[in-house]
């Protein structure tokens, strides 16, 4: 597939310009002019990039592409000349898509997330520029706390982070924000409804607002709920362009 294709594909398919976002979000690196085999992950590491050249792929897609944020000054140079080198070397361009990937109704992480649960989306919530990134959805009967948990178990293989109840005993309406997520967006989410908050990491003023305040929330960890997105872009890649695609993880707890 000839790389101009791809980047029109993802340009329909993830609508990158409907998003006010910190970073590149499309291609940041162009090593090739051809699309023949895709690998996926989470964020743009040394790893990954080894792993692509054992899979010898010559393309990337990640959903951090670190090096390429917001005041990062992406000279050629140290870690980041490095890198950009060695992708060079081995012909494999790189697409970053951020709030993209958070906030794509079908293969987006939340939605994803929502799916693995058993829930039905309702809602958008949290916009960024034209679009909102996260998801408010219910399960048709109510779950228990318990209940909760074990579907967050499930869904998550390495398990829930830090849970708070200090809400509904009955759980049926949940705001979903994969990687991280402020007060202000528990409270957009606690104004719709919800009776549980899902995010990923946490900071150190949410568990005394959860308390303060009456919210049910679960963090399961930043890396972990934002695997969803690009492993489902891998699938979609390959079912609907017949291009090799691999979503490769290399796990990271926080």
């Avoid at 060079?88 to 993209?100: A, C, E, W």
């Avoid at 924000?177 to 719709?192: F, H, L, Q, R």
């Avoid at 990923?200 to 972990?224: D, F, M, T």
Wanted: glycine share 8%.
């Amino acid at each position: 597939m000839d790389l101009p294709f791809m980047v029109a594909w993802f340009d329909d398919l993830l609508e990158p310009k409907s998003f006010k976002d910190y970073c590149v979000n499309g291609l940041c690196v162009e090593a090739n002019d051809k699309v023949t085999r895709i690998v996926t992950g989470v964020s743009l590491r040394d790893q990954l990039i080894d792993a692509a050249i054992e899979e010898k792929a010559d393309c990337i897609v990640v959903h951090h592409p670190n090096g390429f944020w917001q005041g990062e000054s992406q000279l050629p140079v140290g870690k980041f000349g490095e890198r950009l080198a060695k992708l060079m070397r081995n012909g494999i361009s790189v697409f970053g898509f951020h709030l993209p990937l958070d906030g794509h109704r079908e293969i987006g992480n939340n939605a994803m997330i929502a799916k693995s649960l058993g829930l039905n989306p309702v809602h958008e919530f949290l916009k960024e520029g034209l679009r909102a990134v996260g998801v408010i959805a219910e399960w048709n009967t109510p779950a228990t706390r318990e209940e909760f948990l074990d579907c967050l178990n499930t869904a998550f293989p390495h398990g829930v982070q830090h849970s708070f109840f200090y809400g509904a005993e009955k759980i049926t309406r949940v705001a979903i924000c994969s990687g991280s997520c402020g007060i202000s967006g528990i409270k957009d989410a606690m104004e719709m409804k919800c009776d549980a908050f899902i995010t990923g990491s946490i900071k150190e003023e949410v568990p005394i607002y959860c308390q303060e305040n009456g919210v049910n929330l679960a963090s399961c960890g930043h890396h972990r709920t934002e695997t969803f997105g690009v492993r489902a872009l891998a699938e979609k890649i390959e079912k609907e362009l017949s291009i090799p695609s691999k979503f490769i993880d290399f796990d990271n707890p926080v």
